[in-house]
């Protein structure tokens, strides 16, 4: 029998990510149900060690061997930075800023409410062993999992909107603007939860370091043409990502400061949104994979469903809440905060993303990973079935309210 070389282990694992997921989303029509990035997630979790793994041991070894799931991790961690990045860079902190008593509410309670409703679910979580991770306090784990629990996944609901249709509509830019306020937030929280007292020096070194850069970078990117900006950018994310990741801070943290920090008007928008989707289609689904590749049930499969199950309800019920006081209080019309709620719940990536760190740092570990991935997922796959007939229903009556 020919024994396969690493080339030919690694090329095998690159058509099992590609093929796989796409196939059953092209021939199964779920894009209602669960967009192709939905079905990539998924498709990791079956491809990982929790189902393939244990269902076929052998097979599961002689694809994703050491050095070919290390080769994997590789691209992912570029991967990911690249499109965090872009989420940096595409935030409109001037439109939020203009309209900032409307959106600070709005933001305020879509990102506290479902953070307390999943703070609580974590401390219920936390009466058992198994989901705090060796290096996670109890403060750290309550938080992190709140926090995943409040994300709002903003590259995520782009992709929805333009679905939906509503992209430049303004409900669609309502919801960025609350959206962008709260993928601000999620940073900040993750900066004080990976806040490490041993190297403080180095991450006020990093702070110090990074306001002088980014006042260079900025007048830097402003002189020179658009072409040199995507290279001089990509050196800038690199550097901010190590100088981060030393720091103790992770690598995420430096790759959307290092996007958040520029000029999103110095970047031609068509080619920024075919570098987003280029980088979705072509490297994205490595890290879906390598995604799934950390999922476990070693808790038992069925106390992972459950508790996925409950931080589903806290995620996409206090999210729903927390848009409805919104709504209450800036005496927003029928119909709007029920739209707007279940497209901030979407989940994906960023939130993924999010626990991905927790779970390198070891605050939680591998089952509550796996909770919380299951939980964005299915909340993921709510968004479009849910919004369609509110925003049918909005469309209607702001069409009475015309013709009246």
């Known amino acids: 029998m020919h024994a396969m ?10 058509l099992l990510i590609f093929s796989v997921p796409y196939l059953f989303w092209r021939f199964a029509r779920t894009d209602y149900w669960a967009p ?15 189902v393939l793994g244990a269902l076929f041991p052998s097979y599961y070894s002689l694809v994703f061997t050491p050095a070919t799931i290390g080769s994997l991790n590789g691209i992912a961690w570029w991967a990911v930075m690249l499109f965090v990045w872009i989420a940096g860079i595409e935030l409109d902190l001037g439109e939020a800023w203009r309209r900032r008593g409307e959106t600070s509410v709005t933001a305020g309670f879509a990102l506290v409410t479902p953070l307390l409703a999943g703070s609580a679910a974590a401390l219920l979580m936390l009466r058992y062993p198994g989901w705090a ?3 996670g306090a109890r403060w750290q784990v309550v938080l992190g999992i709140g926090m995943a629990c409040a994300v709002t996944a903003l590259p995520i609901l782009v992709l929805f909107l333009e679905k939906l249709d509503i992209l ?7 919801t960025l603007r609350y959206a962008s306020l709260d993928d601000i937030a999620i940073w900040g929280v993750l900066a004080l939860i990976l806040l490490d007292w041993e190297r403080v020096g180095r991450q006020a070194a990093f ?6 850069a980014t006042w260079a970078i900025r007048r830097l990117m402003a002189a020179i043409t658009e072409t040199d900006r995507w290279y001089v950018s990509l050196i800038w994310l690199a550097l901010c990502g190590l100088s981060a990741d030393w720091a103790g801070l992770h690598f995420m943290v430096g790759a959307f400061l290092a996007g958040a920090v520029l000029d999103g008007k110095l970047f031609d928008r068509a080619r920024m949104d075919q570098f987003r989707h280029f980088v979705l289609i072509a490297i994205m689904p490595v890290f879906f994979l390598s995604t799934g590749l950390r999922t476990q049930f070693e808790v038992g499969g069925g106390a992972v469903f459950a508790a996925a199950a409950l931080l589903l309800v806290a995620s996409v019920g206090g999210k729903l809440l927390g848009v409805r006081i919104a709504g209450r209080l800036l ?5 709007e905060a029920g739209a707007i709620g279940w497209l901030l719940q979407t989940k994906a990536l960023i939130m ?9 740092k070891k605050i939680i570990t591998n089952d509550a990973f796996t909770a919380l991935l299951l939980m964005a997922i299915a909340s993921t796959m709510l968004t479009i079935p849910m ?5 049918r229903a909005l469309g209607a009556r702001m069409s009475e309210r015309a013709d009246g």
Do not use: C, H, Y
Request: no cysteine.
């Open 5 to 14: 070389s690493p080339t030919e282990v690694f090329l095998l694992a690159m």
């Open 133 to 135: 991770g060796p290096a």
């Open 36 to 50: 192709l990035v939905v079905v990539q997630i998924i498709g990791g979790i079956l491809l990982g060690p929790g």
């Open 207 to 212: 702070l110090v370091g990074f306001a002088v």
């Open 352 to 360: 993924i993303i999010f626990v991905n760190i927790l779970l390198d």
């Open 331 to 335: 005496k927003w019309g029928k119909g």
């Open 387 to 391: 919004v369609t007939p509110r925003l």
């Open 168 to 174: 430049r509509a303004p409900l669609g830019q309502r």
